[in-house]
């Protein structure tokens, strides 16, 4: 049984409004195998678009290897944009050393409430995904009812939009369509994409990302 423990401790300032959450990355980022094109920092998988998404809507012109200078590129986007990262899954166990969100066992959450309750200046969380079992919203549902607390749908579109209280706060969810491939397939049956698609033959699944991402980033 591999031991898979998250290599980064949340990224939040005292000026974080927005706080993007995730499960944890994959496993090479524990280990330190990194490919030539991951860049060591959260989200820093090249085959996770987060950082491609955000590329494209501000024109940052970001590196893609295993550079300081890629790391420090992506630390100043999320510090200007008053913006931080604190994924749920601080260590699980995997019988097979893979990313997958349903082959986590033993499963150790991070107290993300703690987080919010440390900077209160934070007013939204952007889940990377949906409530599927295991994704980062699944995980927070299960941490919110731990306290005592659940979420409030304020938008059944896509991204949902949900709310919750917490210490006369009231914080905002968007959850995400996940930069994985997998949603491809789920994106591509979406009204709004099959519209976007017969307006522009050209228009494809990373462009409805950017589209959607624009809003909240």
């Given at each position: 049984m591999?031991?898979?423990?998250?290599?980064?401790?949340?990224?939040?300032?005292?000026?974080?409004?927005?706080?993007?959450?995730g499960?944890?990355?994959?496993?090479?980022?524990?280990?330190?195998?990194?490919?030539?094109?991951?860049?060591?920092?959260?989200?820093?998988s090249?085959?996770?678009?987060?950082?491609?998404?955000?590329?494209?809507?501000?024109?940052?012109?970001?590196?893609?290897?295993?550079?300081?200078?890629?790391?420090?590129?992506?630390?100043?986007?999320?510090?200007?944009?008053?913006?931080?990262?604190?994924?749920?899954?601080?260590?699980?166990?995997?019988?097979k050393i893979?990313?997958?969100?349903?082959?986590?066992k033993?499963?150790?959450?991070?107290?993300?409430?703690?987080?919010l309750?440390?900077?209160?200046?934070i007013?939204?969380?952007?889940f990377?995904?949906?409530?599927?079992k295991?994704?980062?919203?699944?995980?927070?549902?299960?941490h919110?009812?731990?306290?005592?607390?659940?979420?409030q749908?304020?938008?059944?579109?896509?991204?949902?939009?949900?709310?919750?209280?917490?210490?006369?706060?009231?914080?905002?969810?968007?959850?995400?369509?996940?930069?994985?491939g997998?949603a491809?397939?789920?994106?591509?049956?979406?009204?709004?994409?099959?519209?976007?698609?017969?307006?522009?033959?050209?228009?494809?699944?990373f462009?409805?990302?950017?589209?959607?991402?624009?809003?909240?980033?």
């Amino acid at each position: 049984m591999f031991k898979h423990q998250h290599p980064y401790q949340p990224f939040i300032k005292k000026d974080t409004t927005k706080l993007i959450v995730g499960t944890l990355p994959p496993p090479r980022f524990s280990t330190g195998q990194l490919l030539e094109k991951d860049v060591d920092f959260c989200y820093g998988s090249y085959y996770n678009s987060l950082w491609l998404f955000l590329d494209a809507i501000h024109d940052l012109n970001l590196r893609f290897d295993n550079s300081q200078e890629a790391v420090d590129q992506r630390k100043a986007f999320l510090i200007n944009h008053n913006i931080g990262v604190c994924d749920m899954v601080e260590s699980c166990q995997r019988e097979k050393i893979d990313a997958s969100d349903l082959g986590m066992k033993n499963i150790e959450l991070r107290n993300l409430l703690g987080y919010l309750t440390q900077y209160p200046n934070i007013d939204t969380l952007l889940f990377t995904g949906g409530n599927s079992k295991n994704g980062p919203e699944y995980f927070f549902r299960k941490h919110l009812k731990d306290y005592g607390l659940k979420l409030q749908l304020v938008s059944n579109e896509i991204p949902r939009i949900h709310q919750f209280y917490l210490e006369q706060r009231t914080i905002k969810t968007v959850s995400l369509t996940s930069g994985s491939g997998a949603a491809n397939i789920s994106i591509s049956k979406m009204p709004l994409f099959k519209q976007l698609k017969n307006k522009n033959t050209q228009f494809n699944t990373f462009d409805f990302r950017v589209l959607q991402y624009r809003e909240f980033f």
